[in-house]
């Protein structure tokens, strides 16, 4: 995630589709990995998925503990801290923006739980990166389909690419959470927090590091 100002939980133009199309269970990722073992590499996209999760419920719940002090009433909306960013590693992920350690701490201890505890739509956060590649995708794919299929006319074309690009920021949002949901993402419950500290990525940025580890 390089983790839109305002996600409100609404309906959408896939709401007709069954999202919940298994239930995360505490113990399938664990299954997974001890019956396909023999994979090279599985156990670090496994781990990278549930990092992925956990970093984006952190967002989430220190934007919530922002807002708390901002907010003069209640309000149903989720709103997102634009400030904070995020990326994730199998050993842990980097946390981007001011944040006191202590809240961190919180957060991320909080986070995991309420993830394990049902609160599943706080594993998909709209400025994940999974959202931007799938709409880079999605528009390519449209654009080049409408290349070949329409005439090879100035007109026709604009036209079609004009269509193809709006298509494509229409429904790229709610594929990206699809995608966030069943491919990049996993609730982490294997997942155990070992410490936070202070450090600098592999690009000399400033961040936090959550690290964590495996847990059966």
């Known amino acids: 995630m390089n983790t ?17 199309l298994t239930t995360p269970q505490p113990t399938q990722d664990a299954d997974l990995l001890r019956n396909l073992s023999f994979i090279p590499g599985l156990k670090e996209i496994i781990m990278l998925r549930q990092v992925h999760a ?4 952190t967002v989430w719940v220190l934007s919530e503990s922002k807002n708390a002090h901002t907010l003069t009433r209640p309000t149903s909306i ?27 701490r919180r957060a991320v201890t909080l986070g995991l739980h309420r993830l394990t505890s049902g609160e599943w739509d706080l594993a998909v956060h709209p400025r994940c990166g999974t959202n931007l590649s799938v709409a880079m995708l999605l528009t390519a794919g449209l654009a080049m389909g409408v290349y070949f299929l329409l005439p090879f006319r100035p007109i026709e074309q604009l036209i079609g690419l004009g269509v193809a690009a709006t298509t494509a920021a229409e429904i790229s949002p709610d594929l990206g959470s699809m995608a966030q949901r069943y491919l990049t993402t996993a609730i982490p419950f294997n997942l155990a927090i070992e410490n936070i500290t202070r450090t600098h990525d592999v690009w000399g940025r400033e961040a936090h590091f959550v690290k964590v580890n495996w847990q059966e």
């Open 4 to 20: 839109s100002a305002s996600v409100q939980g609404g309906s959408s133009i896939f709401d007709f589709f069954n999202f919940e």
């Open 54 to 57: 956990l970093e984006h419920a």
């Open 78 to 104: 989720q709103v997102d801290n634009e400030l904070l960013g995020g990326l994730s590693t199998e050993q842990g992920f980097y946390l981007y923006g001011e944040v006191n350690i202590s809240d961190l």
